[in-house]
C-alpha cells in the first residue's frame, strides 16, 4: 500500500540555525506533495507545496526539494525561530492525500 | 471567518453511543475529505467526496461509520456504538479540484470515548 514516513520523529534546532526535515514516500504516481505545520490543538496548515515536474521550490524562509528518483522530499527552514516549533508533515498526493507520521521541531533558546 | 469550520470541536461519549461530526467546507471547493488523527500519528485518510458523491472509503471505515454530503456543501461524519478505539481527533478538508491542490484543514473535532 501506499506510504508516507518521515526519518525523525523529534528534531531540536537551535534558534537561528536552518531545519531540514526529511521525507520519504512509495507511490511513484504522487505527482504532488504538500507540507503542513500542525500546532498543538489545531488543524494542519498549509506551508508549501510542489509538483512533480520539478526538484526545488522556494517560499518565504522555506525550501522543498524533491528527488523522484529516491522518493524523497525534504523542507529546510532557514533562521529558524521559535514560532516554527510544531509537528510538519509531508503529504504525497494522486487523488487523495497520504500523510507521514510527523516530525516534531523543537526550537532551543 | 471564510475557513472549513466543525462542529462539534469537542466531544465526550460513552461507549456503545452514537456521534455525529459536521464539516462546512470553504464554499466553492467541491472536494471534501476525512481524516482521522491520533496520538503522535499523521492524519489518516477515510474517505472523500467530489461533490455530493463519495468516491472513496478506507479500510479503516468500518461499518459503524458512515458519511454523507447530501447537497455537495456540509458533510456529516457518524460513528455508532462507539468503542474506545473510536477516540482520536477527526479533521475535515476541502479543496478546489482544479486549483492548486491545497488541501485546507479545519481545527478538527475531537472525540473522547469513555
Known sequence: GESVGLHLPTLSVQEGDNSIINCAYSNSASDYFIWYKQESGKGPQFIIDIRSNMDKRQGQRVTVLLNKTVKHLSLQIAATQPGDSAVYFCAAVTYKYIFGTGTRLKVLA | ?114
Open chain 2, 1 to 114: 471567518d471564510t475557513g472549513v469550520s466543525q462542529d462539534p470541536r469537542h466531544k465526550i461519549t460513552k461507549r456503545g453511543q452514537n456521534v455525529t461530526f459536521r464539516c462546512d467546507p470553504i464554499s466553492e471547493h467541491n472536494r471534501l475529505y476525512w481524516y482521522r488523527q491520533t496520538l503522535g500519528q499523521g492524519p489518516e485518510f477515510l474517505t472523500y467526496f467530489q461533490n455530493e458523491a463519495q468516491l472513496e472509503k478506507s479500510r479503516l471505515l468500518s461499518d459503524r461509520f458512515s458519511a454523507e454530503r447530501p447537497k455537495g456543501s456540509f458533510s456529516t461524519l457518524e460513528i455508532q456504538r462507539t468503542e474506545q478505539g473510536d477516540s482520536a481527533m477527526y479533521l475535515c478538508a476541502s479543496s478546489l479540484r482544479l486549483a492548486g491542490g491545497e488541501l485546507f484543514f479545519g481545527e478538527g473535532s475531537r472525540l473522547t470515548v469513555l
